[in-house]
């Protein structure tokens, strides 16, 4: 996200496509804060289909810099994929 403002509320869409030969399925996105939220399909994503996941950060009480890791959990191999999100977050001074 680069540097925000403690207290913003900033999201990012992960676009994918499944290319694989069968239906993707998406059983969980676990996360590392719960600063962090997560929208994903709650349906299987066919072969060619197409999916985001998209992924809300809240900066409350948050400062300097930030990684946060979202793994996304489904029937692939290997069944776990990291998702990072980083942010400089800074307060009203330091902009």
């Given amino acids: 996200f680069g540097k925000i403002l403690q ?23 676990d996360k590392s804060c719960g600063c962090t939220a997560s929208e994903y399909p709650r349906t299987p994503i066919e072969p060619g289909g197409t999916g985001d996941i998209k992924i809300t950060y809240d900066s409350k009480g948050h400062h300097g810099f930030q990684s946060k890791a979202l793994v996304v959990v489904s029937n692939t191999i290997p069944s776990q994929t ?14």
């Fill in 82 to 95: 990291t998702l990072r999100i980083k942010a400089e977050v800074r307060t009203p001074n330091q902009l």
């Fill in 7 to 29: 207290g913003e509320v900033v999201s990012y869409t992960f676009h994918f496509t499944n290319t694989g030969n069968a239906p993707l399925i998406i059983t969980n996105v």
